[in-house]
């Protein structure tokens, strides 16, 4: 049974910096694709960002050159630098696993199991 656990979220100022973390349970990390999700109050889930199961990462546009996803398989932790926030990036942060070795597009109904998220929130 795949359980993943977000943590890291909390509230800073614009331009400041967040590091969330994902800790994965419960299955063969490696070998499945890992992804960052964010949803807002009355807005659909988005995707943020995904890093396939060989490594290849994936952004939105919005926040290219300012988030990174990376993941330490030994420790089975996903994880999501995020500098130079923004109040347009407060969102509810969640973690998710796909089975899919190469992941299209980021997608939520690509992947299969969820964290409960951690809040992210940006103050002008």
């Known amino acids: 049974q795949v359980q993943l656990v977000e943590s890291g979220g909390g509230s800073v100022q614009a331009g400041g910096s967040l590091r969330l973390s994902c800790a994965a349970s419960?299955?063969?990390?490696?070998?499945?694709?890992m992804g960052w999700f964010r949803q807002a109050p009355g807005k659909e889930r988005e995707g943020v960002a995904v890093i396939e199961r060989l490594g290849s990462t994936k952004y939105a546009d919005i926040v290219k050159g300012r988030f990174t996803i990376s993941k330490d398989s030994a420790k089975r932790t996903l994880y999501l630098q995020m500098n130079g926030l923004e109040p347009s990036d407060t969102a509810m942060y969640y973690c998710?696993?796909?089975?899919?070795?190469?992941?299209?597009?980021?997608?939520?109904?690509?992947?299969?199991?969820w964290g409960p998220g951690t809040q992210v929130t940006v103050s002008s």
């Open positions: 419960g299955y063969i990390f490696s070998s499945y694709s």
């Open positions: 998710a696993s796909s089975p899919l070795m190469t992941v299209a597009a980021l997608a939520p109904s690509l992947f299969t199991s």
